[in-house]
């Protein structure tokens, strides 16, 4: 398809697929925001979690729904894996991991919808969209969930520990409180901190991303003729059952590295 002379090409289709709907935020464009992104997360807060209120509202203590089974049984779930590495007062850690579980859970499941139906939305000249629905393939929404949990763990560094335990432990571990080691030990763990954000946003990121790609490489090659319909076809297929397990898996990762992230900031050494 093609529209005032512009050829739709393999690499156009990709491109406008894979880019986001954005508002300019000041002059010149410095400050822009995702809109599609804002918007779908959103969203999906919106109805995940006022599905799991509406439930919570009306449970009740006799023999539970449907429902309530199953928001149950993700509570219990999310909560064993709190006890299994958090050993304090978990009041504030398992509804943290439940909600990131559950919002990152639903963002990247939007990667089931077709890439095409967003182009309900809005159309620009070659008759693509510009709208990405999987909030998670953009690196500004995994890294906004990676610097949360991160503020998150420096504060109860700062509360558990002390401004004098946190700073102790930053020149003293792990190799001693030896005057000679001491900057040798605050290298070690300002890499550490530093990584930590890095990995747990773009490990979410990567894998949603790459796998939004094969999407879109497996449906064009099942565009290119009848070889291409049964080997792409299938291959797609194949793909997104395969999908499900990662869009469960990366949740499931982001989540267990934020618990890990908070036992570690309750530590006291």
Not at 168 to 197: A, D, Q, R, W
Not at 231 to 251: E, M, S
Request: with cysteine; net charge negative.
């Amino acid at each position: 398809m093609a529209a005032e002379g512009q050829e739709l090409t393999p690499t156009s289709y990709i491109g406008h697929h894979l880019t986001n709907r954005t508002v300019s935020l000041g002059d010149g464009a410095f400050w822009t925001l995702h809109l599609d992104t804002w918007l779908t997360a959103v969203m999906l807060g919106i109805v995940g979690f006022g599905f799991l209120w509406w439930i919570a509202r009306g449970a009740t203590a006799g023999i539970p729904n449907r429902r309530q089974a199953f928001v149950e049984m993700l509570f219990d779930f999310v909560d064993d894996q709190v006890k299994g590495i958090f050993h304090g007062n978990r009041a504030f850690v398992a509804p943290l991991a439940l909600t990131v579980f559950v919002w990152v859970f639903l963002m990247n499941a939007m990667d089931f919808i077709p890439v095409d139906l967003a182009a309900l939305f809005t159309e620009n000249a070659l008759h693509q969209h510009e709208w990405k629905p999987v909030p998670t393939s953009d690196v500004n929404t995994t890294f906004a969930l990676a610097l949360s949990v991160f503020a998150l763990m420096l504060f109860y560094n700062l509360k558990i520990k002390g401004v004098g335990g946190w700073i102790h432990e930053l020149f003293c571990t792990p190799f001693g409180s030896n005057i000679l080691v001491m900057p040798l030990n605050f290298l070690f763990n300002l890499v550490e901190y530093i990584s930590k954000p890095l990995s747990h946003s773009l490990r979410l990121y990567g894998n949603i991303y790459a796998g939004e790609i094969i999407f879109m490489l497996l449906w064009m090659w099942a565009a290119t003729g009848l070889v291409g319909s049964v080997f792409g076809g299938a291959l797609a297929l194949g793909w997104a059952i395969f999908h499900i397990l990662i869009v469960a898996l990366q949740a499931y990762i982001f989540m267990m590295l934020t618990i890990v992230y908070m036992a570690m900031a309750h530590e006291s050494h």
